[in-house]
């Protein structure tokens, strides 16, 4: 329930293991020693400071690049001036695709409401300011806020010191006495963004963390399990309290309701999402994970067009605060792929893919796995990378689709994280000669050269990376592999950030069609790819899982991007909806993994009125697959299913 501070026994737990309380005092020169130096200087307990940071950037520089929110350094002190002047277009934005997805109604064009004008500096919220007060209260110029760490640290502790004297409290030793400290370093203007905010500050304090930066350096958080906060402090900030409405989330975050709008236009036109009964009429197997290209207003500004698309919820970058905008019974327009998007809740995440460094926050990334276990728990979804779709991986419907379908959250999205905080972490589950692997390179150290992040053809900053490239044989040199649906031409895939042609991506499990040496094969869109597997820096770990291949007799079975009714299914009335196979083909002796199996369903949906919505079910079933970098789905009775 929106409003309810979390309690922690609710709290997300971290899955790594507690650093030693013992551990070794840290070097001046250091980053640890870094923290423990402001932290003196502003007497500031040296637990919350660096509890404060791991939330915010993991205590990550991210080269001096500021985030989505214009944050920087590794307290993310930010200056929204710099993010908005370089804001992107919005996520769908290009008139010619359709976000909806379904040929029953006239393409939804996507251009909507225009990327607004650049907000005066006056009108920007605090929490998009802290740098300018940073500045203000430590002396330090905002340039060298922004360009040296030690600095970046000085100011974060500054503004934690002064929100400890203006709630009228004294600088105590106890990190247990800083609560509102923390939660107003939030910049939350509600009060239960804010008390989620500081509870996960706190399990950070509590549990411990340690890791290795993307400098190189090693910060430890030594667990300290018997600190218990003064979460009453919360009370005494004057925060609003979040919009009330038919919030759908779990109690351990803050959620709010902001609706988008259901209107008829005329002309059979209509937007911006679909009424629907879920689950009773069909049941919800998806959670697609996207990013915005957009910063948190225009996201509000577009979901609550009439003209525009919608999605079920949007997650804030800054704090992790969410935005529930339909009901879950109901059917957004987000995911390219009618099927999907009627069998699938969306969430989009304030970010932009082609900037590596406008990272995803510690907050945004533990609120976004709390309401995703939420959701699986209550639709019995599977916590797999074929239950939790990024964007990048739903289908094209047909072969005129494929080369439309959009590419978020890209491959610098930390699965591996993700999935260590969805409690699921990947793992090995067999031995070294498995049929099957699961992609799992090391984030921070795997860092493939990207192209086009700013400019076509220019190399992107050096950036961890949870996709690894696939080759057409053993060989570095080698040329990657084709993709002929994005490519009818037949030519090479690039190394482009928003090219999935040969990319493999973490948490996705591929059937092995050969090994040799530091090199794995894995079947992959009807062909052999290969891919660096070295023993002693894997990017993959061997596991269990079902695989399937054509059955016997067959030389080849067709690959469809949705799985449809067979004709005799729909009754008079409803247009017979085509399926029709994409331009792969699935060859005898190849074997892909698997993930559901489901009855063919066409949710016919084209008007407003809702009373004559209908779900269309058939007889024929499909195996959902992994099939490429995207899903796809076979006839069950092309295939025969085995223990890989």
């Known amino acids: 329930m929106a409003g309810t501070v979390a309690s922690a026994a609710l709290l997300l737990p971290l899955l790594s293991a507690a650093p030693s309380a013992v551990a070794d005092v840290p070097e001046a020169g250091t980053l640890q020693g870094q923290f423990a130096r402001a932290a003196s200087r502003h007497g500031v307990p040296e637990s919350v400071l660096l509890a404060v940071s791991y939330l ?6 991210h080269g001096g690049a500021p985030s989505v929110t214009g944050g920087y350094g590794p307290m993310h002190l930010t200056d929204a001036r710099t993010a908005l002047a370089e804001s992107a277009a919005p996520h769908h934005s290009d008139g010619e695709e359709d976000a909806r997805g379904d040929a029953s109604r006239p393409l939804r064009s996507a251009a909507g409401t225009a990327t607004p004008a650049a907000v005066p500096d006056a009108a920007l919220p605090g929490r998009l300011r802290t740098l300018e007060r940073a500045s203000a209260l430590s002396g330090i110029p905002a340039e060298e806020l922004r360009d040296s760490t030690a600095a970046n640290i000085e100011g974060g502790a500054a503004l934690l010191a002064a929100a400890q004297r203006e709630a009228g409290l004294p600088a105590s030793a106890d990190p247990a006495e800083w609560y509102g400290a923390v939660a107003r370093y939030s910049g939350a203007d509600d009060s239960a963004t804010a008390a989620t905010y500081a509870n996960d500050v706190f399990d950070v304090i509590r549990t411990g963390e340690t890791r290795t930066t993307d400098s190189g350096q090693r910060v430890t958080l030594p667990a300290a399990p018997a600190v218990e906060p003064a979460t009453e402090q919360v009370d005494a900030l004057g925060l609003r309290r979040p919009a009330a409405g038919p919030v759908e989330c779990p109690r351990s975050v803050a959620c709010e309701w902001i609706p988008a709008p ?5 002309d059979g036109d209509y937007g ?22 957009a910063t948190w207003d225009v996201t509000l500004k577009l ?19 969410i935005a529930q905008h339909l009901p879950l019974k109901d059917v957004g327009w987000h995911a390219g792929n009618w099927f999907v998007n009627a069998k699938s809740v969306g969430l989009e995440h304030e970010g932009f893919l082609t900037s590596p460094d406008s990272w995803y926050t510690e907050a945004m990334y533990r609120t976004s796995a709390r309401l995703v276990r939420y959701l699986a728990q209550r639709y019995d979804i599977p916590l797999d990378r074929q239950h939790i779709l990024g964007h990048d991986t739903v289908p094209g419907t047909v072969t005129s689709t494929i080369r439309g379908m959009h ?14 905080l969805l409690g699921r972490p990947i793992t090995p589950s067999a031995g070294p000669n498995a049929a099957v692997v699961t992609i799992r390179p090391d984030y921070s150290a795997h860092q493939p050269v990207y192209t086009g992040c700013v400019k076509a053809g220019e190399v992107c900053a050096p950036h961890g990376s949870g996709a690894v490239r696939l080759h057409i044989a053993p060989s570095a040199d080698a040329p990657l592999v084709k993709d002929i649906g994005l490519r009818p031409g037949g030519q090479d895939s690039t190394a482009g950030v928003n090219d999935t042609g040969a990319r493999a991506s973490t948490g996705q499990s591929f059937a092995v069609a050969e090994r040799r040496g530091e090199w794995t094969a894995i079947w992959y869109l009807g062909q052999k790819a290969w891919f660096h597997n070295p023993r002693k820096e894997p990017a993959a770990v061997n596991t269990r899982g079902l695989v399937l291949t054509p059955r016997e007799g067959l030389a080849e079975v067709p690959v469809y991007g949705r799985a449809y009714p067979e004709a005799s299914a729909y009754p008079a009335g409803i247009p017979v909806q085509a399926v029709s196979p994409l331009p792969y083909k699935l ?18 949906a084209p008007v407003f009125d809702s009373s004559g919505h209908t779900v269309v079910r058939g007889q024929e079933e499909y195996y959902e697959i992994q099939f490429g970098h995207r899903v796809a789905f076979v006839k069950a009775s092309d295939v025969r299913v085995s223990q890989g």
Request: no cysteine.
């Open 56 to 61: 915010q950037s993991r205590w990550d520089t």
């Open 262 to 266: 259901y209107e008829e236009f005329g």
């Open 272 to 293: 911006n999402h679909d009424k629907a009964d879920r689950p009773s009429s069909q049941s919800i197997d998806y959670i697609v994970i996207h990013d915005t290209e």
């Open 303 to 321: 979901v609550q067009d009439p003209t525009y698309v919608s999605w079920q919820y949007s997650l804030r970058s800054s704090d992790g605060h």
């Open 407 to 420: 590419t978020d959250p890209g491959p610098y999205w930390d699965w591996a994280h993700y999935f260590r």
């Open 587 to 604: 060859l005898a002796g190849q074997r892909y993994v698997v993930g559901d199996r489901t009855p063919g369903e066409y949710y016919f």
